[in-house]
């Protein structure tokens, strides 16, 4: 990987963090969707967590559309337009199949950080049922 990539990567992460400080509530259609995947055994449980990259969410969108992308975020921002990636944050899978326990993990310290109880309070209760 090249210089360049790395600056380019760090910055989409970065970009990634900047958009989440900007969730204004819990994306409802995500968190029935989470719950339904964990009560359909749908979770892995790996050391650890990526979210997908651009191009897998694009390539996502393309084929299932925005809406369906929306359901695997457990956050929104209603500022901005619910037919953008914009729109949705704090992502809980990496392939699009599963429910990530490292993500809800990684979701309820970042939401508890920026202060998005109702974000903190989905992802609590997920990860509690995913424990049981």
Same mark, same amino acid.
């Given at each position: 990987m090249s210089k360049f990539d790395i600056v380019l990567k760090s910055l989409a992460e970065l970009k990634t963090?900047? #958009?989440?400080?900007? %969730?204004?509530?819990?994306? &409802?259609?995500?968190?029935?969707?989470?719950n339904s995947l964990v009560d359909s055994g749908k979770v892995v449980k790996p050391t650890s967590w990526k979210a997908p990259s651009a191009e897998e969410e694009?390539?996502?969108? #393309?084929?299932?559309? %925005?809406?369906?992308?929306? &359901?695997?975020?457990?956050g929104v921002d209603s500022k901005v337009d619910p037919k953008t990636k914009g729109h949705y944050g704090y992502i809980f899978t990496s392939d699009f199949k599963n429910v990530d326990r490292k993500a809800i993990t990684a979701i309820k310290q970042r939401a508890g950080g920026q202060h998005q109880n109702d974000v903190l309070e989905a992802a609590t209760k997920l990860l509690e049922k995913i424990d049981k």
């Open positions: 963090v900047l #958009e989440e400080k900007s %969730i204004t509530g819990v994306n &409802k259609a995500g968190v029935s969707h989470a694009n390539a996502y969108i #393309e084929k299932n559309g %925005i809406e369906a992308f929306g &359901k695997w975020h457990l």
